[in-house]
């Protein structure tokens, strides 16, 4: 069955970068488009950016466009989520999902979460 | 973007049919047919519920229903139970192959 399996929490510093894992398993990796949402405590969702694992195309939300870079590695079928230039306000739950048939408008497909802490 | 706009929260007694409104432009909601819905239960991972405005997936029981009328998109739980309590957001493609999520609406039954 489709997994995707998220890097481990993180605790940075304001400034910062913070790279998170996202392992793709029980799907052909390429099929698929992935997403990265992130959610700040009690608050609701917010999409960040998504990659075409075929062609390694990208797009941003605006919000994120200077500090966020959406990655991959087609060998070990993992995506990547970076995000530069932390501050307090980044402090949430970052989801990658995948989308539900390849032709990428909805996120049927989770991650467990990885709780990213900006705090000094 | 701004975000898709939902009330915050909708409640309902067990049996009765409650429904969940999204507004948003015609540079989302209104100009595309891709309107999808999730639910997220406290700490776990927000699950999909409706895609394409009105679709369902495979699992997910045909007491929940998904339309869109112009701006605004809708979702329509019925035969409310206990276990249909959770935060609820709605989410469409939007121009510039982004996506924008509703603020989420709280369902709380009575």
């Known amino acids: 069955q489709v997994q995707l399996v998220q890097s481990g929490a993180e605790v940075k510093k304001p400034g910062a970068s913070v790279k998170v894992s996202c392992k793709a398993s029980?799907?052909?990796?390429?099929?698929?488009?992935m997403y990265w949402v992130r959610q700040a405590p009690g608050q609701g969702l917010e999409w960040m950016g998504m990659i075409n694992p075929r062609s390694g195309a990208t797009t941003y939300a605006q919000k994120f466009q200077d500090r966020v870079s959406v990655t991959r590695d087609t060998s070990t079928s993992t995506v990547y989520m970076e995000l530069s230039s932390l501050r307090s306000e980044d402090t949430a739950v970052y989801y990658c999902?995948?989308?539900?048939?390849?032709?990428?408008?909805?996120?049927?497909?989770w991650g467990q979460g990885t709780l990213v802490t900006v705090s000094s | 973007q701004s975000a898709l706009t939902q009330p915050a929260s909708v409640s309902g007694s067990p049996g009765q049919s409650i429904t969940i409104s999204c507004t948003g432009t015609s540079s989302d909601v209104g100009g595309y047919y891709y309107v999808s819905w999730y639910q997220q239960v406290a700490g776990k991972a927000p699950k999909l519920i409706i895609y394409?405005?009105?679709k369902r997936p495979s699992g997910i029981s045909n007491r929940f229903s998904g339309s869109k009328s112009g701006n605004t998109a809708s979702l329509t739980i019925s035969g409310l139970q206990a276990g249909d309590e959770a935060h609820y957001y709605c989410c469409s493609y939007a121009s510039g192959s982004t996506w924008v999520f509703g603020g989420g609406t709280e369902v709380t039954v009575l």
């Open positions: 394409d405005v009105s």
């Open positions: 999902a995948r989308d539900r048939d390849g032709s990428g408008f909805e996120f049927d497909y």
């Open positions: 029980g799907q052909t990796f390429s099929t698929y488009f």
